[in-house]
């Protein structure tokens, strides 16, 4: 493995199965990792308990990153993403770097003094300093090393903050920035369409800012974006954990994955779908990939024409029948916040495709298996359409690993992440009422139909804080390689849509309720055993 230069490769090497390090070392980069991650020198939540002895030495691990971090000189989010940096470092028997007072950005706050003082454009400072004109400026950039403005890594990602910060100084009409002034008229129409006026500026390498940076439309709207330190697809998932369990809780989804579903009920839910993805994929049609990106693939995810195909089947309608099925009250609701959604924040129709399309490729795959047996549905696929998905050759578990890059690729800030993590909560619940009204229907007993307003409020409370632990913190098996960062039961059996097999293993097995299986093949397990025998036979022998 290369010897990281910064936390974000750090953490790529940790998630690696093949990385060792010591278990105190891995505690001690779980707290790091939390207080990067949370901003937080301790955890929120009060210690648990002695029987929780993987979520205590967590909770442990994180207060003690912290009590080491406070009161020092820098920022305690820097000085945790350095430690962290050095323990990989030492790990993989290089040296440990110091904190450079060199500083465009979080990445460039990783950089060593050594790196800095060796860097002819660097070395004395900001290089821009003394510069008071657009044409100064412009000749000292024609002298950068391309090295400094192509990739990816701490060294663009400076470049790129620095001239955001160039733009934002110009915004505020900085008269040491006097650059309006100094452009010309065609450099001062560019800044009015939001183009940077230095994307044609010439390099060593003779390519243009433009052409290294990959960004040729330059718009200078994107160099100021936040950076999202957690990727949105994992951000989705641990976001919608409590309300994915709650839409799994309602009866009539319980009832229908043991088969106890009615044809009349799962033919009024397959046409309140209907009305649903019918309006999601008419207003991702309108936005198309100016908003979705890569996610925007009708001829692979769209659903309107199975699930009207499906419901003629269950109802008997012929096909070509200029009868549609009637939108519930709770289905009209989902419609209209669809289509508020596509009118006023479009980008957070991303939470609703993600929260469709990846619970029919998951999920939806066993409600199907259940439809087909409990309707006694014809092998030739009538009335189970809505989960067929034929034009995605590469298999559903491909298809969803790719589809979270593809979320993960987009270019939005993280404030817009959690406006779609906070939609896909209020998708999830949405959903949720649909199940609730054929549980009224059903007669179930107490069913009801939660309030629109309490499905509309998870926008917000599902960021309420949560209790910390519950999962081990030696099983790197994800991009975050110390786990979930919200708590989470550990589930009981492998998990039937992807099965995690990395070689981890939990360093205290030898506690038999802890890991009973491998507790009983660790050498551990029988000094424990033969010492407890030995200490009763003593008493007992002693007693005699």
């Known amino acids: 493995m290369q010897i990281p230069n910064e936390f974000k490769d750090a953490t ?62 820098e920022a305690p989010v820097d000085a945790a993403k350095l430690r962290y940096l050095n323990i990989i470092r030492v790990a ?6 110091k904190s450079s007072s060199f500083n465009f950005s979080d990445h460039a706050s990783m950089l060593s003094q050594d790196s800095v003082s060796k860097c002819p454009a660097f070395r004395e400072g900001c290089p821009f300093k003394t510069t008071l004109t657009v044409a100064e400026m412009k000749s000292l950039m024609s002298s950068i090393p391309e090295n400094h403005v192509a990739g990816s890594g701490y060294i663009s990602d400076s470049f790129k903050s620095m001239i955001a910060s160039i733009h934002e100084m110009e915004k505020k009409s900085a008269p040491e920035f006097s650059i309006s002034s100094a452009l010309s008229q065609n450099e001062r129409n560019e800044m009015s369409k939001t183009s940077c006026p230095f994307k044609n500026v010439v390099t060593t390498s003779g390519k243009t800012f433009s052409e290294l940076l990959d ?11 936040d950076s999202n330190s957690v990727p949105l697809s994992e951000n ?19 009832n229908f994955i043991k088969g106890k579903v009615s044809r009349e009920n799962y033919a009024i839910l397959t046409g309140n779908l209907y009305h649903v993805y019918k309006k999601m994929e008419e207003c991702m049609a309108k936005h198309g990939k100016a908003v979705l990106g890569e996610m925007f693939l009708p001829d692979k995810l769209n659903r309107t024409d199975r699930l009207l195909a499906d419901w003629r089947y269950l109802t008997l ?31 957070s129709l991303v939470a609703h495709a993600y929260t469709r399309y990846m619970g029919d490729l998951s999920g939806g795959q066993i409600l199907s298996k259940c439809a087909r047996r409990a309707l006694n549905l014809p092998k030739s696929g009538e009335g189970g359409q809505f989960y067929e998905f034929p034009a995605i050759k590469e298999g559903g578990k491909v298809f969803k690993n790719e589809y979270r890059r593809m979320l993960d690729r987009l270019k939005i800030t993280n404030e817009e992440q959690d406006m779609i993590v906070g939609e896909a909560n209020v998708a999830f619940v949405l959903n949720m009422r649909i199940f609730e009204e054929l549980d009224v229907l059903s007669n179930v007993p107490n069913a009801s139909v939660r309030p629109l307003s309490d499905a509309l409020s998870w926008r917000t409370t599902w960021k309420e804080p949560g209790a910390e632990g519950g999962e081990c913190p030696f099983g790197f098996t994800g991009p975050n390689p110390h786990g979930p960062s919200k708590a989470e039961k550990v589930p009981k059996g492998p998990s039937k849509e992807v099965a995690h097999d990395d070689g981890a293993r939990c360093p205290w097995p030898f506690i038999f309720f802890h890991d009973p299986g491998q507790g009983m093949k660790d050498w551990q397990t029988w000094a424990l055993i033969g010492m407890t025998v030995a200490f009763f036979y003593n008493r007992h022998t002693s007693a005699a």
């Not at 989705?236 to 319980?254: C, P, Q, Y």
């Open 215 to 225: 960004l040729h439309t330059f718009d200078m709207s994107a160099l100021g974006e």
């Open 317 to 347: 309608q012929p096909e070509g029948s200029d009868i549609f099925p009637e939108p519930s009250p709770a289905t009209r609701d989902y419609v209209k916040r669809i289509q508020d959604v596509s009118d006023n924040e479009p980008k």
């Open 236 to 254: 989705l998932k641990d976001g919608t954990k409590k309300s994915h369990r709650e839409a799994e809780n309602v009866s009539f989804v319980k």
């Open 92 to 97: 993989l028997g290089g040296d440990e770097v």
């Open 12 to 73: 790529a090497i940790a998630a690696d199965k093949s990385f060792k390090c010591s278990d105190a070392d891995k505690l001690k980069l779980y707290g790091y990792f939390k207080i990067v991650s949370t901003s937080s020198l301790a955890p929120t939540s009060s210690r648990p308990g002695a029987f929780s002895m993987v979520a205590r030495a967590k909770w442990d691990a994180w207060e003690a990153a912290g009590k080491s971090i406070a009161g020092g000189p």
